[in-house]
C-alpha cells in the first residue's frame, strides 16, 4: 500500500504558460501533502505543506501566488505554477502521508522544462 | 533549525562489496524521526526506513542494515554485497516529531550520496 501518482511525468511549454501538477495517493487517504523541488544533482527543498480543506503553508522564499497549491480532498493535491518562466524548470515531487505518525510516500515526479 | 550532512558526494563499488553511506544531523528537538529514501535514476523516491530518536536499536533488513548511534548523531546505512540495482542517490533525512506520537512534520534532507556499483 502507500501508492502516490503524479501526473504528467514530463511537460515542456512556453514560457508564460501555466503549468498544473496533480498528486494523488491511490490507496490511503493523505490528510497532509508536501510539494518539493528538487534542481539537478541537489536535494529536496521543501516547498509547502498542504493540508486537506485548509490553505497551504509555504516555505521561505517560496511564492504563494506564482506556486499556487490546491488540496480540495483527503486523496488529491495539485501544484500550479503559474506563468511559468526557464527558471521554474526544475524536477517537482510531491509526498502524501496517512496520518501525523505515518512517513512520507513520494509520488514519481513530474520534470519541468520551460522554454 | 536541523541539518542533515551526507558528506559523501558519490561512492563507486564493485559488485558484491559492502558499502557505508554516512548520514550526521543536527537538531535541538530531543524527539525526531530518522530516515532514508533511495532515488533511482528514474528519480521516484523509494521510502527505505524510519527511525524513532527514542529507538537505537541497529535494524537489519535483507541486505541492508542502519546504525543510529545518538551520542554521534549519525544514522549510517550499509549495504551488504552490492548489486548493481542497488546503483542510486540516496538520501538521509530528518523530521521533527510532535509529542510521542507524532510522525514528524517537515523532512529535512541532505544533500544525496549517489552510488555507483559495477560489476
Known sequence: GAVVSQHPSWVICKSGTSVKIECRSLDFQATTMFWYRQFPKQSLMLMATSNEGSKATYEQGVEKDKFLINHASLTLSTLTVTSAHPEDSSFYICSARKGSNQPQHFGDGTRLSIL | ?119
Open chain 2, 1 to 119: 533549525a536541523q541539518k542533515v550532512t551526507q558528506a559523501q558526494t558519490e561512492i563507486s563499488v564493485v559488485e558484491k562489496e559492502d558499502v557505508t553511506l554516512d548520514c550526521v544531523y543536527e537538531t535541538r528537538d530531543t524527539t525526531y524521526y530518522l530516515f532514508w529514501y533511495k532515488q533511482p535514476p528514474s528519480g521516484e523516491l523509494v521510502f527505505l526506513i524510519r527511525r524513532n530518536s527514542f529507538d537505537e536499536q541497529n535494524e537489519i533488513s535483507g541486505r541492508y542494515s542502519w546504525n543510529f548511534q545518538k551520542s554521534t548523531s549519525s544514522f549510517n546505512f550499509t549495504i551488504t554485497a552490492s548489486q548493481v540495482v542497488d546503483s542510486a542517490v540516496y538520501f538521509c533525512a530528518l523530521s521533527e516529531a510532535r509529542g510521542l506520537t507524532g510522525g514528524g512534520n517537515k523532512l529535512t534532507f541532505g544533500t544525496g550520496t549517489q552510488l555507483k556499483v559495477e560489476l
